[in-house]
């Protein structure tokens, strides 16, 4: 039986076993063995296969792999180092990775041949047998105010910045439909130019402070006045959107596509078991 390449033996070590082949026992060296031959053997065949004609891997994709493995070595020499003490070089790399991208080209050309096609209709029945799965948390429309302190400007200064923004916000909680008009004569942050809107945000999006004040609000509420180091903030709660369930037509494309990469899946397994 001949001896498996040394880079398919690495790669399947430390897959499995989270160790290069030198750091395993007697027993996971012969399951390792057995495990790379077996996948030799299938690789032969793939490439051996009337689909594998024609196949032909770039040198340029074979050297963007090999730079990709080297990218993960502090230095060269670490990486020229590891290589040796694998049984492997720069060449029996670079020729071990073109032919593991030969084999990908090969199943993948498999896939889009013979993977059933996914219809609207596949994904309403995987929705509607469940749905639970789909849906979507708490979000909130909100705008947002700034206004940055900078020492050099007389009406930037913390005293003066603090100040206008304690009118602003008064302002905003007698009428909130002022912030729009505000935040565009006042604000900072570049919503500014659709009068404050940033729109429907989930928990956790915006910058800390700003996401722990918005969710604490009420629709139609405004923040307190919030610092942070890029200034001082208002935020305006428009609307609470609660969690729920995802409408269909909100998550079809995303069900076909998971649709379809799992249809590619069952297209390569159920070709690869026709070679024996």
């Not at 049984?87 to 790399?93: A, C, F, G, S, V």
């Not at 200064?157 to 935040?183: K, S, V």
Request: hydrophobic share 35%; charged share 25%; with cysteine.
């Amino acid at each position: 039986m001949p001896t498996p390449d040394p880079y398919t033996l690495l790669r399947l070590s430390l897959e499995r076993y989270q160790a290069p082949p030198s750091g395993l026992d007697e027993s996971q060296r012969a399951e390792l063995d057995q495990l790379a031959t077996q996948e030799e053997r299938l690789t032969r065949l793939i490439l051996a296969s009337d689909e594998a004609q024609g196949v032909v891997v770039p040198s340029e994709s074979v050297k963007t792999a090999l730079a990709q493995v080297r990218d993960r070595y502090p230095d060269p020499e670490e990486f020229l180092a590891d290589l040796e003490r694998n049984d492997l070089d720069e060449p029996r790399l670079a020729a071990a990775l073109s032919r593991e991208l030969r084999v990908e080209a090969v199943l993948d050309r498999v896939a889009q041949r013979h993977a059933q096609p996914v219809t609207q209709a596949d994904a309403r029945a995987f929705y509607d047998k469940q749905p639970e799965r789909f849906t979507r948390p708490e979000t909130r429309t909100v705008r947002h105010l700034l206004i940055t302190i900078n020492p050099d400007y007389p009406d930037n200064t913390p005293i003066a910045a603090r100040l206008r923004m304690t009118q602003l916000r008064e302002q905003i909680a007698a009428d909130t439909g002022c912030m729009e008009t505000l935040a565009q004569k006042y604000s900072e942050c570049p919503s500014a130019l659709h009068g404050g809107m940033v729109g429907r945000v989930n928990r956790g999006q915006l910058h800390p402070p700003l996401d722990e004040a918005l969710f604490q609000l009420q629709a139609g509420e405004v923040s307190e006045i919030i610092e942070t180091n890029l200034g001082l903030h208002l935020v305006l709660c428009e609307a609470v959107h609660p969690a729920g369930p995802a409408p269909f037509e909100e998550v079809c494309d995303q069900i076909q596509q998971k649709l379809h990469e799992a249809a590619l899946v069952r297209a390569k397994r159920a070709w690869v078991r026709t070679l024996g």
